[in-house]
């Protein structure tokens, strides 16, 4: 951020306007005016001079992706709460696509955990143009808490709701009739630069510059060091004003031509620090030249306390640079694209490079910057280098064909991506990494809609080598095939070797994709236990400081929630799996990649009272979902014919069993298990018709196929289906044994809930078969009692409070910390302005927090919520 | 999420149509100097007497003409008015000289 100290004295008027927005009801302080009326001279000032702690983002035009954007504004927000920003951060990565609300949500949350006050400035907003960081900003109007302050400084007014905060009292603006220098102010100015002028002359001055500022500052140099200020003044003749180029004339026209050349050569840069200023004029006395610069007081402006970092002012910069010819111009774009090479800075280095017209350099620093920029999510900020470059250069490099298409496939373009890997490997003969990558991309793919995923992996893994991130989504395909093949045990495996490498590859966005392909592996192979186990590890590092779950946790959520159901434990599975729905949505996380959960989702609401929502849970509502990884086929319509059998609705059922096809493209691998899956539920119509000797037929067909495949978790299914069969038609002996069966495949991985779903004519004869797991069968009979009196109960959570809100069983986030203090509070009666002296926070923050307390309860007065809490035992 | 849009390859870049460009005479507070208004890229510059000056710019597009208004402002000058007019030297019916 810029240091401030420039020596116009402190300007009562606007720091009487600027107090105003630290009022309770200010969502918003905006300086606008165009530039050089002093807008950041004013902010800091008034920062200073109020002793207030601050987090300043100067804003460019490459801030206009929202993850590179976030990750500056993090940073930024560090300085003045260190440790902040991790969740918000981890939003971010390959195949990361939040929503705004959700990171102006983390961000908000985060910043809750103290309510020390601060003022966040974004300076130079006009640069921004992209609608989600717009998106984010005004989440952070409408809904930061009183003790932040945001500040945008900008050349134009933003489009935010101005007119709207304006109207009702919310918004304190410094506009250029507010920054205009008054004379007083101006004479105040001219003494500390050293020019006197009597009151008349200070009267035509800032007539003449209309008190601008930039204009003031430039007329003060020239008069400085010369004798007759008066005829100079006068010598201004003419009536109109001034633009900054003239009386920069006059201004450069003094200096000499070393600093002036200096000066010109440095101002290709929008940052420069000694070392560039060298390298750009050859100079090796720039220090000097820098330190002479910043005593004429010529709009030098120091960008951290170190003084490292320079730059000009804007008016200045572009003034220098109209003195630029073209061979020297494209001369210092080179060295500045190479200097910030070397440090390490590519996003600058891209842009020198793009503007010297010198495609080779521009292609090299974006081949080798490329990958990072992907890794972090910043996809915008890619899709931008590459646009610049000829399409016909980035098509035929491999680096920027495979980082192309991956781009492509994560912002849901599949067709696209899928044309440039074709493309790209039929023409090239060499195959290395980067074609590695592209092989990945394709066999992800075709686990959905070709036959030689495992082939196409298996090339993809021997071409990329040690690289774990995409070792990890190349044995996400490999595992995929095989799961759709019907090998559970060789899919686990592999699917076991995918999760290892991302763990490996350190970064969230890459571990959780794994966990939602090997938690499925895992369940219907027979380890329920061990996905439980490893999304609890998963959950562990994932939580924030009230032990809630992170958003990108989203799959170990969902996960959790299926093999909850799985041991029948309802509050916990839907809890966990609603999270996770939520979080895998906000973070625009395809509805194709959820497909298996889905039915776990309308079974465990239909389960727990909330049959219009299971149904519900079946439709695809909505704006379409991006996908980020290969489409999964729902389990739609057979789904609901479950929920429909356990309405007793056998009718409904059985027209759906009469049409049933499976959902998927022609030829894709996926019919089979499918066909498996839906030849279950078709059996479960049949039962319950009384049709048993077919429902014997499917069974027994489903069952060798499945004992083939390995899937323990359906075999379990189809014994108890096959017990219920033998039941209904008399044949007791045999549904006790295939009960047995059942009850051997369940016991070790705690495979409740299949019992409980079809077996509840079979119930009474666990008795019969306790002997092969006692406790096990313990735990069915009791779950079997359980079941008529379930209920939507409101268990407590040792780390805070766990709430259901009434009727749609819509589980609700836990209170923080502070607002437990609040609550405790409230239930003593305490006013909000008890509240806010018992906490040592201003009147507003009490409020906010009182406000949130009461929207986590579902309550809509205070009396109300402490009833809620009462009865929730918080209180 | 918004969509990225990557361009496909093409044989040859496409070139603007020269018939579809309009002229516009800009307005700014104070007077420029010509070094200014050649690095701004305007055909003709013209200083009024009333202190003003007038710019006359040939923009291929709208998103042209919104980009040449931005570079004004940040050369920190006063826009004063835009106009669109016919190609100097061209007049239309019925205008006096």
Same mark, same amino acid.
């Given at each position: ?34 530039? +050089? ?52 951060? #981890? ?9 705004? *609300? ?13 309510? #020390? ?69 101006a004479s105040r100015y001219l003494a500390l630069a050293g020019v006197t002028l009597a009151p008349p002359l200070v009267r035509r001055l800032v ?67 000694? *070392? ?51 061979? *020297? ?34 292609? #090299? ?13 910043e996809l915008s900020t890619l899709a931008g280098w590459l646009e610049a470059l000829p399409p016909e250069r980035v098509a035929s490099s491999p ?132 996905? *439980? ?273 009434? +009727? ?68 | ?97």
């Amino acid at each position: 951020m810029p240091v401030s100290g420039s020596g116009y004295g402190e300007r009562a008027r606007l720091n009487a306007i600027l107090d105003r927005g630290l009022d309770d009801n200010v969502r918003l302080m905006l300086l606008s005016a165009p530039p +050089g009326y002093g807008k950041t001279l004013a902010l800091a000032g008034w920062l200073e001079s109020r002793g207030l702690a601050r987090a300043w983002l100067s804003l460019d035009a490459a801030d206009n992706d929202l993850a590179r954007f976030a990750r500056y504004l993090v940073a930024a927000l560090s300085a003045v709460r260190p440790g902040t920003g991790d969740a918000t951060a #981890d939003l971010f990565g390959p195949g990361a696509a939040p929503d705004p *609300e959700l990171v102006g949500a983390t961000l908000l949350d985060e910043l809750a955990a103290s309510d #020390d006050p601060f003022v966040l400035v974004l300076d130079d907003y006009q640069v921004i143009a992209a609608e989600p960081i717009h998106r984010l900003v005004r989440v952070l109007i409408e809904r930061g808490p009183p003790f932040v302050h945001l500040v945008l400084l900008t050349r134009e007014d933003p489009p935010l709701p101005l007119a709207r905060l304006r109207a009702h009292g919310r918004l304190v603006e410094l506009r250029v009739d507010d920054l205009r220098c008054t004379d007083e102010e101006a004479s105040r100015y001219l003494a500390l630069a050293g020019v006197t002028l009597a009151p008349p002359l200070v009267r035509r001055l800032v007539e003449r510059t209309e008190g601008w500022i930039a204009g003031l500052q430039l007329a003060a140099i020239s008069m400085r060091d010369r004798p007759n200020t008066d005829a100079m003044v006068e010598a201004f003749g003419g009536s109109h004003r001034f633009v900054f180029d003239y009386l920069a004339d006059e201004v450069l026209d003094g200096v000499d031509e070393e600093l002036r050349a200096f000066l010109v050569q440095t101002s290709i840069a929008e940052r420069f620090t000694v *070392e560039l200023c060298h390298a750009l004029t050859g100079r090796d006395d720039a220090g000097s030249l820098l330190e002479r610069a910043e005593r004429a007081n010529l709009f030098l402006v120091p960008l951290d306390t170190e003084r490292r970092w320079y730059r000009y002012h804007g008016l200045f910069a572009d003034y220098l640079r109209s003195h630029l010819e073209e061979p *020297e111009r494209r001369a210092l774009h080179e060295r500045a694209a190479d200097w910030f090479d070397g440090a390490g800075l590519a996003s600058e280095a891209i842009g020198h490079a793009l503007a010297t017209d010198s495609v080779e350099k521009a292609l #090299d620093l974006v081949e080798r910057a490329a990958r990072r920029a992907f890794e972090a999510g910043e996809l915008s900020t890619l899709a931008g280098w590459l646009e610049a470059l000829p399409p016909e250069r980035v098509a035929s490099s491999p680096e920027l064909a495979s980082w192309t298409a991956w781009a492509l496939f994560e912002t849901g373009q599949v067709a696209a991506a899928l044309d440039l890997a074709r493309r790209h490997l039929n023409a090239s003969g060499v195959r290395g990494p980067a074609e590695g990558r592209l092989l990945v991309l394709q066999a992800l793919m075709a686990t959905v809609t070709g036959s030689d995923a495992e082939s196409l992996a298996d090339e993809g893994l021997r071409l990329i080598g040690e690289d774990e991130l995409f070792r990890s989504r190349a044995y996400q395909a490999a595992g995929l095939a095989r799961l759709a093949r019907g090998e559970y045990g060789p899919a686990v495996e592999t699917l076991r070797e995918g999760y290892a490498a991302a763990i490996r590859a350190r970064h969230p966005m890459a571990v959780l994709p794994a966990v939602n392909a090997l938690g499925n592996a895992l369940d219907v192979a027979g380890h329920r236990d061990e996905a *439980e186990a490893i999304c609890r590890s998963i959950l562990e590092g994932q939580t924030d400081a009230y032990g809630r779950a992170r958003p990108i946790a989203w799959s170990a959520r969902m996960v959790l929630g299926i093999v909850r159901y799985e041991a029948n434990d309802l509050v916990e599975a839907r809890r966990e799996l609603e999270a996770g729905f939520e979080a895998a949505r906000s973070l625009g996380v395809g509805r194709p990649m959820l497909g298996w959960a889905v039915p776990y989702l309308a079974l465990v609401r239909q389960a727990t009272g909330s049959p219009e929502a299971a149904l519900e849970a079946l439709r695809v509502s909505g704006p379409e979902v991006i996908s980020t990884g290969p489409p999964l086929p729902g389990l739609g319509a057979e789904t609901e014919a479950r929920v429909l059998l356990m309405r007793s609705d056998v009718v409904a059922a059985a027209r759906w069993a009469d049409r049933a096809t499976p959902e998927a493209p022609p030829g894709s691998p996926l019919l089979d298990v499918l066909r498996r899956s839906m030849d279950l539920t078709i059996a479960r119509v049949r039962l319950a018709q009384g049709r048993l000797a077919e429902a014997r037929v499917l069974l027994d067909q489903t069952r060798a196929a499945q004992e083939a495949a390995g899937a323990i978790a359906e075999l379990i299914s189809i014994g108890v289906l096959e017990a219920a069969v033998a039941e209904a038609a008399g044949q007791r002996a045999l549904a006790s044994r295939e009960l047995e069966r059942s009850v051997t495949l369940a016991a070790a991985g705690g495979y409740i809930r299949r019992f409980v779903d079809d077996g509840g004519s079979v119930a009474h004869l666990l008795p019969l078969v306790r002997r092969v797991a006692p406790v096990f069968v313990d735990e069915l009979s009791a779950a079997f009692v359980a079941e008529p009196t379930r209920g939507a109960a409101a268990p407590k959570d040792a780390r805070g409070a766990m709430l259901w809100q009434d +009727g749609d069983g819509q589980p609700l986030e836990t209170l923080t910390t502070r607002e437990l203090d609040v609550l405790r509070l409230m239930a003593q009666g305490a006013s909000n302005a008890d509240i806010a002296a018992g906490l040592t926070v201003s009147l507003g923050t009490a409020k906010w927090h009182v406000g949130h307390v009461l929207a986590k309860l579902g309550a809509t007065s205070r009396t109300q919520a402490l009833v809620r809490a009462q009865q929730l035992g918080l209180v | 999420m918004q969509r990225l849009a990557f361009r496909e390859a093409r044989a040859s870049p496409p070139t603007p149509n020269i018939g579809a460009m309009e002229h516009y005479e800009i307005r700014v507070a104070g007077h420029l100097g010509q070094r200014r208004a050649q690095v701004l890229g305007c055909e003709e510059l013209r200083l009024l007497p009333g202190g003003d000056s007038q710019l006359t710019f040939v923009a291929v597009d709208q998103a042209a003409l919104y980009g040449l208004l931005t570079r004004l402002r940040d050369a920190g000058l006063e826009l004063l008015s835009v106009e669109r007019v016919a190609a100097p030297g061209r007049r239309t019916a019925g205008e006096d000289r």
